[in-house]
């Protein structure tokens, strides 16, 4: 099992951009480690992941082309870049780690069993 620290949240304006960053504890090589979304009374959402060993990565058609996912293996963290931010990606994002799946199942694994504490991210005028 992994602890996930994550950081990064914020007030940003539409348009701006924030990174995010998730550290890991203990040892990732086989894990995938990505980041959900949510918000009060809707489904969590899948927004990106990333295989540690291999650097394979999936992205929701929803943040295609702005956000991009990354890692530092030798810092044991992965970061998620979210430029061109919209009002409606305003959501608490959780990291979230595994080595049940790979990065390519990740974004619809329900039973990931690692999680961060969350981060808030606003996006507002």
């Known amino acids: 099992q992994v602890q996930l620290v994550e950081s990064g949240g914020g007030l940003v304006q539409p348009g701006g951009s924030l990174r995010l960053s998730c550290t890991a504890s203990?040892?990732?090589?086989?894990?995938?480690i990505g980041w959900f979304r949510q918000v009060p009374g809707k489904e969590r959402e899948g927004v990106s992941c990333?295989?540690?060993?291999?650097?394979?990565?999936d992205t929701a058609d929803s943040v295609k082309g702005r956000f991009t996912i990354s890692r530092d293996v030798a810092k044991n963290t992965v970061y998620l870049q979210m430029n061109n931010l919209k009002p409606e990606d305003t959501a608490v994002y959780y990291c979230?780690?595994?080595?049940?799946?790979?990065?390519?199942?990740?974004?619809?694994?329900?039973?990931?069993?690692?999680w961060g504490q969350g981060t808030l991210v606003t996006v507002s005028s």
């Open positions: 203990g040892s990732t090589y086989y894990y995938a």
């Open positions: 979230a780690a595994t080595a049940r799946v790979r990065a390519t199942m990740f974004l619809r694994y329900r039973s990931i069993e690692n």
């Open positions: 990333i295989g540690m060993r291999d650097g394979i990565t």
